[in-house]
C-alpha cells in the first residue's frame, strides 16, 4: 500500500464547475497535510495546508480533513483553465520530511 | 525575496558518468531538501539538512548518491556512476527550521542515456 494515494487522472471539469480532488493516507500518524500544484515542466507550489478535522477555505480552494476515514481533498470552486495542472497531496507523518502522492492532473475545460 | 537556486537546469550524461547539481536556498532558511521526481510521480526525498547536519537521508542510494551542505548554505547532490533509472527532475526545496513552507526550486532534469 502506498503511503500516499491520489487519483492519477485526468480529471477534466468544464470553466466555472467545481474541482474535486481527493486523497488518502496510510499512516493514522500523520499530522500535516499540504497541496500543492505543479504546472507542466515547473516545480510545486504551495496551495494550502490543513492539520485540523474540518474544512480550510481560502479564496476558491477549500481543504478537507478526516483524520478517521485518512482522508484528504482539494475543492477548486469557479475552476479556471489557468488551474489545469497536476495536483500534489503531501502528507507530514512526522518521521521524516513530507511525502507526496503521485498527482492527480486536472483539465479545465473552457 | 529571491527564491530557491539551481544549476544547472538541464544535464545530459551516459550512463556511469557522474553528475553534480548545486543548490542555493532562500536566505536565512536552515532546512534544505534534496528530492527526485520521476516522470508521472510525485516527488520522494532524497535528504533532508539542518544547517549542515543531516536530518534523513534514509531514501538516498549511498552506493551512488552523495549529499552535502558545508557551512549550512549551498549544498551540491552528486551521482557517481549514473543510471538509467536516475533520469528525474531534481528538486531543491528550502525551509525556515523544517516545521514551516517548503519553498522548491526550479530543478535539474537530469537525461541518463
Known amino acids: 500500500q502506498k503511503e500516499v494515494e491520489q487519483n492519477s487522472g485526468p480529471l477534466s471539469v468544464p470553466e466555472g464547475a467545481i474541482a474535486s480532488l481527493n486523497c488518502t493516507y496510510s499512516d493514522r500518524g500523520s499530522q500535516s497535510f499540504f497541496w500543492y500544484r505543479q504546472y507542466s515542466g515547473k516545480s510545486p507550489e504551495l496551495i494550502m495546508f490543513i492539520y485540523s478535522n474540518g474544512d480550510k477555505e481560502d479564496g476558491r480552494f477549500t481543504a478537507q480533513l478526516n483524520k478517521a476515514s485518512q482522508y484528504v481533498s482539494l475543492l477548486i470552486r469557479d475552476s479556471q483553465p489557468s488551474d489545469s495542472a497536476t495536483y500534489l497531496c503531501a502528507v507530514d507523518t512526522g518521521r521524516r520530511a513530507l511525502t507526496f502522492g503521485s498527482g492527480t492532473r486536472l483539465q479545465v475545460q473552457p | 525575496e529571491a527564491g530557491v537556486a539551481q544549476s544547472p537546469r538541464y544535464k545530459i550524461i551516459e550512463k556511469r558518468q557522474s553528475v553534480a547539481f548545486w543548490c542555493n536556498p532562500i536566505?536565512?532558511?536552515?532546512?534544505l531538501y534534496w528530492y527526485q521526481q520521476i516522470l508521472g510521480q510525485g516527488p520522494k526525498l532524497l535528504i533532508q539538512?539542518?544547517?549542515?547536519?543531516?536530518?534523513?537521508d534514509s531514501q538516498l542510494p549511498k552506493d551512488r548518491f552523495s549529499a552535502e551542505r558545508l557551512k549550512g548554505v549551498d549544498s551540491t547532490l552528486k551521482i557517481q556512476p549514473a543510471k538509467l533509472e536516475d533520469s528525474a527532475v531534481y528538486l531543491c526545496?528550502?525551509?525556515?527550521?523544517?516545521?514551516?513552507?517548503?519553498?522548491f526550486g526550479p530543478g535539474t532534469r537530469l537525461t541518463v542515456l
Open positions: 526545496a528550502s525551509s525556515l527550521d523544517g516545521q514551516t513552507e517548503q519553498f
Open positions: 536566505s536565512g532558511h536552515a532546512t
Open positions: 539538512f539542518q544547517n549542515n547536519g543531516v536530518v534523513d
